[in-house]
T-cell receptor, first 112, second 117 residues
Framework: GNSVTQMEGPVTLSEEAFLTINCTYTATGYPSLFWYVQYPGEGLQLLLKATKADDKGSNKGFEATYRKETTSFHLEKGSVQVSDSAVYFCALPRSGTYKYIFGTGTRLKVLA | NAGVTQTPKFQVLKTGQSMTLQCAQDMNHEYMSWYRQDPGMGLRLIHYSVGAGITDQGEVPNGYNVSRSTTEDFPLRLLSAAPSQTSVYFC????????????????FGAGSRLTVL
């Protein structure tokens, strides 16, 4: 079945540093891939998604490319801000179902 | 604002007590689900529903009960609370499909923090 492995955290960066959070997956077929973000005290919300191989999802300066050859969907941002401090989750649907599989989450802390 | 509404935000229970976490969505989503979030374990699916009158178990269903009598509501019942059920609970909904814009994107509620003593 489908699964996702996400980089362990926490990650602590200085403001304006480059961010990469790794996510690799195993999947039957080519499901859509998602990154969700959880700000302190809130529920998760969609950050970006990609629906097919080689698609690049982007939002709020974050990007992730759906790479079939390496089965990866790494999240990147060129210059992080304090307001990006949050927990980031990689996710994909289970094969043939509406259920979703989430990674364990990566906590990012950005220092001013 | 349209979205998923969860109540209560916080609840403290004693072992053995029962309670219901409420979830309502006003987006006419067919799919609704309950997750629990525990440190180091990410999100784990408790129960889900693909439409009114249809529910099914997720990864960790024991000790929880659900029903879906309307499209809008999907309550989660704890029958006899245990300390192991101390967690943050999230309700999420989505509209399945391939051609609908925004399809398959989960919309989450703000969460309900439950402590069982």
């Amino acid at each position: 079945g489908n699964s996702v492995t996400q980089m362990e955290g926490p990650v602590t960066l200085s403001e304006e540093a480059f961010l990469t959070i790794n996510c690799t997956y195993t999947a039957t077929g080519y499901p859509s891939l998602f990154w969700y973000v959880q700000y302190p005290g809130e529920g998760l919300q969609l950050l970006l998604k990609a629906t097919k191989a080689d698609d690049k999802g982007s939002n709020k300066g974050f990007e992730a490319t759906y790479r079939k050859e390496t089965t990866s969907f790494h999240l990147e941002k060129g210059s992080v801000q304090v307001s990006d401090s949050a927990v980031y989750f990689c996710a994909l649907p289970r094969s043939g179902t509406y259920k979703y599989i989430f990674g364990t989450g990566t906590r990012l802390k950005v220092l001013a | 604002n349209a979205g998923v509404t969860q109540t209560p935000k916080f609840q403290v229970l004693k072992t053995g007590q029962s309670m219901t976490l409420q979830c309502a969505q006003d987006m006419n989503h067919e799919y609704m689900s309950w997750y629990r979030q525990d440190p180091g374990m990410g999100l784990r699916l408790i129960h889900y529903s693909v439409g009114a009158g249809i529910t099914d178990q997720g990864e960790v269903p024991n000790g929880y009960n659900v029903s879906r009598s309307t499209t809008e509501d999907f309550p989660l019942r704890l029958l006899s609370a245990a300390p192991s059920q101390t967690s943050v609970y999230f309700c999420a909904s989505s509209q399945p499909g391939r051609r609908v814009s925004g399809a398959n994107v989960l919309t989450f509620g703000a969460g309900s923090r439950l402590t069982v003593l």
